[in-house]
């Protein structure tokens, strides 16, 4: 007798935990300035995705195989927006992971998360404490080396270098902050960029109403001359 072939039903991968963020201003603070300063820098390069606080699986077929890192980099993958990253599909893992950290979660950043990445070939790990709760000092780094993650050393008081990101990070006056040592430039706050955006479009409008003015301003200087030219020539052509 003949059965009827099974059907494997789809497994589903959540994208949330139904579990509320708890963390403070501070801690939302930096993983939000990290994403979108990183966001900005990279906007240019096609095949580097910046994203964070979401659900990264790492094995196809078992849903509990998952971390949520607050900030990764992906270089070698597309732009394009995801619900949950899957390392089978896309076939790259985060390049570099950032974790704002606290008291509550060094247990899993420095154990089971930092076990995790370094087995996915995560190459370099940043882990920033911005309280000071645990932390000294409050941002560490670690780069793998033959499957294993070996601590950072900062740069004089420079903070800490990424390679694979070509940028440092420091801390400043108690924030993290993103440096592009090409430049010497810091990478701005949402709130920063938002400003130096909105005063160099009021720049560039101010410069187009100042050639505007300075095109009509020519123009009445050339009728005028041309005035007076015609009247020149009336008065000469009365002698």
């Known amino acids: 007798m003949d059965t009827a072939p099974t059907v494997s039903k789809p497994i ?13 201003d501070v ?4 993983l939000i300035y990290l994403r979108e300063a990183l966001r900005d820098h990279f906007r240019e390069a096609p095949q580097v995705y910046v994203t964070g606080n979401m ?15 607050d900030v990764f980099v992906v270089q070698g993958v ?6 949950t990253y899957r390392l089978w599909e896309e076939g790259q893992p985060p390049a570099v992971v950032f974790e704002i950290t606290s008291r509550g979660t060094r247990l899993e950043d ?12 995560v190459r370099e790990y940043f882990v920033y404490d911005p309280l000071g709760e645990y932390l000294r000092p409050p941002l560490q780094g670690y780069r793998l080396h033959e499957g294993e993650y070996q601590r950072l050393l900062p740069a004089g008081e420079e903070g800490l270098t990424s390679q694979v990101l070509g940028l440092e990070l420091r801390v400043e006056a ?15 706050t949402p709130a920063e960029l938002h400003a130096a955006r909105r005063a160099k479009a ?13 095109e009509v301003r020519a123009a009445a200087a050339e009728a ?11 008065l000469r052509g009365g002698i």
């Open 224 to 234: 005028e001359l041309e005035r007076l030219r015609a009247e020149l020539a009336r």
């Open 202 to 214: 009021t720049a560039r409008r101010a410069e187009a109403t100042a050639r505007q003015a300075a």
């Open 55 to 69: 659900f990264l699986y790492y094995e196809e077929g078992n849903t509990t195989a998952c971390v949520a890192p």
């Open 78 to 83: 597309g732009k394009h927006e995801r619900r």
């Open 174 to 188: 108690g924030h993290l902050r993103v440096v592009d040592p090409a430049t010497g430039e810091r990478l701005l």
């Open 27 to 30: 801690h939302i603070d930096a």
């Open 110 to 121: 420095l154990g089971t998360k930092r076990a995790v990445y370094a087995m996915l070939g």
């Open 12 to 24: 589903y991968y959540p994208e949330t935990d139904g579990k509320p963020m708890g963390e403070t």
